[in-house]
């Protein structure tokens, strides 16, 4: 969160200042109708372009996102003519003298080794051709050149080349927080792959055997455990989307459950209380499954010999802006201490794993006071609650997954 935040005060920065610098160049004495001053204006109006060009930025350097976001960069600049550039061609050409693009990607060769800016005279026959002079600014990311931000301009202008060199600035700032993006988005489906990866081998074989006792005495329910086997493995293997709704998730679990309950019998009862409206929330995928197995794990197969019985209840319920879910279970629970531990990532005990990965999930997607919150003693079973805003930007369900 930090390097988030400091890398939107290098974004913001910038650009203020070439506000303030605008608004003191076109100052005059009366203000502006109810907008203050100009150079409260002009920063304001800088502000507000560049808020418009920094989406497209945001999904990094391309064809499309230059297109979109080219008009307002040369807004900003004010200048006749700006092209976006990658290091093998010219992305988008936004002004006059697009027949100056072989031009310039000759003269890029030297600006995107160093990665220094540049100015420089174009050749140019036509006297109908406004540009006459280019203020080059290589975009930079991780001292890596990923391309560079051209301005084209009538005549030399000092001011212009730093003004050139600040916008590139921003731009590059924007592109480094759209490979963060892809960063998390990798590191999230890692998460999602370390999950899927837990899906005990020992659940699988157990399942597999308690449809097979099933073949001989009661075909009708081996083959309705094999097609609860068959939606619960799809689910969890399916490969669209990072987001999935609560209702799939809990169809999910009831999978898992009707499963489970076949090789338990009477020893596992479920509860269920789940209100309609919460159903369509969008949830991170294979969130809720892990903390049902964990409290399968220690509330019924944690327990000592001989064996007891366990009761785990599940609970989602509307709460104005998000919805709460609990999952219960009254088995042996856990000491504070080592939950801590786990969540920590500094004990990994059969199951931890799959607490720590969720409750990190759900902080990076939600934030830090949307982590796992867990009440347990040892003896006295586990209580987990997940709060999940109902909305909540880039969250989107991927749609229903159905039976084949």
Request: proline share 6%; charged share 20%.
């Given at each position: 969160m930090s390097d988030f935040l400091a890398g939107l005060c290098v974004a913001v920065l910038p650009v203020l200042a070439l506000g303030v610098w605008l608004g003191r160049r076109t100052a005059r004495a009366d203000s502006l109708a109810g907008l203050g001053t100009p150079v409260e204006h002009a920063t304001f109006e800088t502000l507000h372009t560049a808020s418009l060009a920094a989406p497209p930025l945001r999904a990094g350097l391309t064809e499309e996102t230059a297109r979109k976001s080219a008009r307002k960069l040369r807004s900003l600049l004010g200048t006749d003519a700006l092209c976006l550039t990658d290091r093998e061609q010219v992305l988008v050409w936004d002004g006059d003298g697009a027949h100056h693009r072989t031009e310039i990607m000759e003269r890029l060769a030297g600006p995107l080794d160093t990665g220094r800016g540049e100015a420089f005279a174009l050749t140019c026959d036509r006297l109908d051709c406004s540009v006459r002079w280019a203020v080059v600014a290589p975009l930079t990311v991780d001292d890596r050149v990923h391309g560079a931000l051209v301005a084209c301009a009538p005549r030399e202008s000092a001011v212009l080349v730093r003004a050139a060199g600040e916008v590139a600035r921003w731009v590059s700032v924007q592109l480094e927080l759209a490979d963060l993006d892809r960063s998390r988005t990798r590191l999230i489906e890692a998460e999602i792959k370390a999950l899927r990866a837990q899906i005990s081998p020992h659940f699988i074989f157990n399942s597999l055997a308690v449809i097979a006792s099933f073949v001989r005495t009661d075909p009708e329910r081996a083959r309705e455990l094999l097609l609860e086997f068959a939606d619960f493995t799809r689910y969890s293997f399916r490969r669209h989307g990072d987001f999935t709704t609560l209702a799939d998730e809990l169809h999910a679990?009831?999978?898992?459950?009707?499963?489970?309950?076949?090789?338990?019998?009477?020893?596992?009862?479920?509860?269920?209380?789940?209100?309609?409206?919460?159903?369509?929330?969008?949830?991170?995928?294979?969130?809720?499954?892990?903390?049902?197995?964990?409290?399968?794990?220690?509330?019924?197969?944690?327990?000592?010999?001989?064996?007891?019985?366990?009761?785990?209840?599940?609970?989602?319920?509307?709460?104005?802006?998000?919805?709460?879910?609990?999952?219960?279970?009254?088995?042996?629970?856990?000491?504070?201490?080592?939950?801590?531990?786990?969540?920590?990532?500094?004990?990994?005990?059969?199951?931890?794993?799959?607490?720590?990965?969720?409750?990190?999930?759900?902080?990076?997607?939600?934030?830090?006071?949307?982590?796992?919150?867990?009440?347990?003693?040892?003896?006295?079973?586990?209580k987990i609650t997940v709060r999940l805003p109902k909305y909540q930007p880039g969250v989107h369900s991927a749609g229903r997954l159905t039976r084949e």
């Open positions: 679990i009831d999978h898992y459950l009707a499963l489970v309950r076949a090789r338990f019998g009477d020893r596992l009862s479920v509860t269920l209380q789940i209100a309609p409206e919460v159903l369509p929330v969008a949830l991170p995928f294979l969130c809720l499954q892990p903390l049902v197995e964990n409290a399968v794990k220690h509330g019924l197969e944690g327990k000592a010999v001989p064996p007891g019985k366990c009761h785990i209840q599940i609970t989602a319920q509307d709460a104005g802006a998000e919805a709460l879910v609990v999952i219960e279970d009254d088995g042996a629970g856990m000491d504070p201490g080592l939950l801590r531990r786990i969540l920590a990532r500094e004990a990994s005990p059969s199951g931890g794993i799959g607490l720590s990965n969720v409750d990190d999930r759900l902080r990076q997607v939600y934030g830090d006071d949307h982590g796992l919150v867990i009440e347990t003693a040892v003896g006295a079973g586990m």
